[in-house]
């Protein structure tokens, strides 16, 4: 079946622009996480979503993030104003809600670079 | 700040040896126990889960849990040059968030 989709793949932006990042995250799936790596780390927890609703926005940065999942499906990661700092390649995780509950399967990301 | 420390490597191994990374955790109450694949450019790719202590064999890969250290290990058998990736270590915290060490550089030579 279909894995995790994110979009777009690559978003080049001026600082100080707002920037809207998209994952669709595998049919069925209820958790969804969305993480940054920045290069040679590993990925960092932004937030998770048990549905419609953040279960723990406790990895976001500034009040600069944002992120929804109105539907319980779709997210949405927003950045207002972006800065140089923000330059990263953002993750969209998503794991079913039975079975392997805690295993999380990743999209290919959206590499973020802020000029 | 809860932490999860691999050695970056590079770790390089000859084609066929066994390839051994490594991983050491701080909260000593994890439970869940995770080993990613990541080629470059590409994201993380789940090859191994691990919750008890002791060994957990799939094919090739082997994982090792010690909680009583909090240490994780990844055991490649017979390595191949197609296993040369960047490993990553994670640990389930409570809420069900990733913590992610950096990650071991591994290359196998042909």
């Known amino acids: 079946g279909a894995g995790v989709s994110q979009t777009p793949s690559n978003k080049v932006t001026e600082k100080g622009k707002y920037v809207e990042l998209r994952c669709d995250p595998i049919?069925?799936?209820?958790?969804l996480y969305w993480y940054r790596q920045s290069l040679g780390q590993g990925p960092e927890f932004l937030i998770y979503f048990q549905g419609t609703g953040a279960a723990d926005d406790s990895g976001l940065p500034n009040d600069r993030f944002f992120a929804v999942r109105p539907e319980g499906s779709v997210s949405t990661l927003k950045i207002q104003r972006t800065e140089r700092g923000d330059s990263a390649v953002y993750l969209c995780?998503?794991?079913?809600?039975?079975?392997?509950?805690?295993?999380?399967?990743f999209g290919p990301g959206t590499r973020l670079t802020v000029l | 700040q809860k932490e999860v420390e691999q050695n970056s490597g590079p770790l390089s191994v000859p084609e066929g040896a066994i390839a051994s990374l490594n991983c050491t955790y701080s909260d000593r109450g994890s439970q869940s126990f995770f080993w990613y694949r990541q080629y470059s450019g590409k994201s993380p790719e789940l090859i191994m889960s691990?919750?008890?202590?002791g060994d957990k064999e799939d094919g090739r890969f082997t994982a090792q849990l010690n909680k009583a250290s909090q240490y994780v290990s990844l055991l490649i058998r017979d390595s191949q040059p197609s296993d040369s990736a960047t490993y990553l270590c994670a640990v389930m915290e409570y809420g069900n968030k990733l913590v992610f060490g950096a990650g071991t550089i591994l290359r196998v030579k042909s």
């Open positions: 691990i919750y008890s202590n």
């Open positions: 049919s069925g799936h209820t958790a």
């Open positions: 995780a998503s794991s079913p809600e039975t079975g392997r509950a805690d295993t999380q399967y």
